[in-house]
């Protein structure tokens, strides 16, 4: 389903109506970046956050940030007024603007920026219950994978390989290191320690990510961020991914085998309730 509106190039314009030149450098060379934004009761989650690593990602590619903090928040608020649900996604999108085609830069041009909201959709009740299945593969995509770029083909491909194989997500393992998933972080329990892989050129910051960290540390749960091993994987007692339309799910399956016992583990019910919890008081004005 298309959103009701969508913003242009410093329009809002129905979907249809929205055009973009064929020479724009998003379409010939994917040169350009997004972003996705949580609302709960219509209300920006974590917008300073994201919009940091939207200004990380443009100058990961060299592009000047077209809008100020306070022109993407006014933006946001009127896409948020325009959609049917306290509850949606934001998803905001920067590219290089149209110019002929070159590799290298054009001298100027102007950026085009598309953006719009849509009602958040939530995992389902089925998948938090008993999990989803994962597999594992190389991980071929790029040396910058911290830009949030649009050029998403190995990460389409590897989701695809996975939806082939009756599973939800791909966990992309690269020189025998675990990195993320092709549309997530990752998070598995060792010891009883909650491990993530630390934050470099290979990962996507999440911002998702981040709040469960601050929340493992903050309620006393055991969390470190270190390399993590392929090999560690099938011994782990919990897989989970995180993301910010998909929050904290658990992972059951790997590979064709059980996680633990199959089932979602106690730490991740501890760690999704302490997420309701923030997303509560989020709601409720009691935390930015």
Same mark, same amino acid.
């Given at each position: 389903?298309?959103?009701?509106?969508?913003?242009?190039?410093?329009?809002?314009?129905?979907?249809?109506?929205?055009? =973009?030149?064929?020479?724009?450098?998003?379409?010939?060379?994917?040169?350009?970046?997004?972003?996705?934004?949580?609302?709960?009761?219509?209300?920006?989650?974590?917008?300073?956050?994201?919009?940091?690593?939207?200004?990380?990602?443009?100058?990961?590619?060299?592009?000047?940030?077209?809008?100020?903090?306070?022109?993407?928040?006014?933006?946001?608020?009127?896409?948020?007024?325009?959609?049917?649900?306290? $509850?949606?996604?934001?998803?905001?999108?920067?590219?290089?603007?149209?110019?002929?085609?070159?590799?290298?830069?054009?001298?100027?041009?102007?950026?085009?920026?598309?953006?719009?909201?849509?009602?958040?959709?939530?995992?389902?009740?089925?998948?938090?219950?008993?999990?989803?299945?994962?597999?594992?593969?190389?991980?071929?995509?790029?040396?910058?994978?911290?830009?949030?770029?649009?050029?998403?083909?190995?990460?389409?491909?590897?989701?695809?390989?996975?939806?082939?194989?009756?599973?939800?997500?791909?966990?992309? =393992?690269?020189d025998g290191n675990v990195t993320e998933g092709?549309?997530?972080?990752?998070?598995?329990?060792?010891?009883?320690t909650l491990v993530t892989p630390p934050k470099?050129?290979?990962?996507?910051?999440?911002?998702?990510?981040?709040?469960?960290?601050?929340?493992?540390?903050?309620?006393?749960?055991?969390?470190?961020?270190? $390399?993590?091993?392929?090999?560690?994987?099938?011994g782990a007692t919990e897989l989970m991914l995180?993301?910010?339309?998909?929050?904290?799910?658990?992972?059951?399956?790997?590979?064709?085998?059980?996680?633990?016992?199959?089932?979602?583990?106690?730490?991740?019910?501890?760690?999704?309730?302490?997420?309701?919890?923030?997303?509560?008081?989020?709601?409720?004005?009691? =935390?930015?």
């Open positions: 389903m298309y959103p009701a509106l969508v913003y242009l190039n410093g329009d809002y314009l129905p979907p249809e109506k929205a055009q =973009v030149s064929a020479f724009d450098r998003g379409f010939v060379f994917a040169d350009g970046v997004y972003e996705v934004i949580p609302v709960y009761g219509r209300r920006l989650f974590r917008l300073p956050q994201h919009l940091a690593r939207l200004d990380n990602s443009l100058g990961g590619i060299r592009l000047a940030n077209p809008l100020s903090a306070q022109q993407w928040q006014a933006l946001c608020a009127r896409l948020i007024d325009a959609t049917d649900s306290d $509850d949606q996604s934001i998803y905001l999108q920067v590219t290089r603007g149209p110019a002929p085609r070159d590799h290298a830069f054009p001298a100027a041009t102007k950026p085009t920026v598309f953006a719009y909201a849509q009602p958040l959709k939530y995992p389902a009740a089925e998948q938090l219950a008993s999990g989803v299945a994962a597999i594992s593969v190389t991980d071929i995509r790029w040396s910058r994978c911290d830009i949030k770029a649009i050029a998403l083909l190995p990460n389409v491909l590897l989701r695809q390989q996975a939806t082939e194989q009756g599973a939800a997500e791909a966990i992309l =393992v690269r092709s549309a997530s972080n990752i998070f598995l329990v060792v010891n009883g470099g050129p290979y990962i996507l910051p999440g911002v998702t990510r981040d709040l469960i960290v601050e929340l493992a540390h903050a309620h006393g749960v055991a969390c470190v961020e270190r $390399d993590v091993r392929k090999s560690e994987l099938a995180s993301s910010s339309t998909k929050e904290l799910l658990p992972i059951t399956r790997l590979d064709g085998q059980a996680v633990g016992n199959g089932r979602p583990g106690p730490l991740h019910a501890r760690l999704h309730a302490l997420y309701q919890d923030y997303k509560r008081d989020f709601r409720a004005g009691k =935390v930015g």
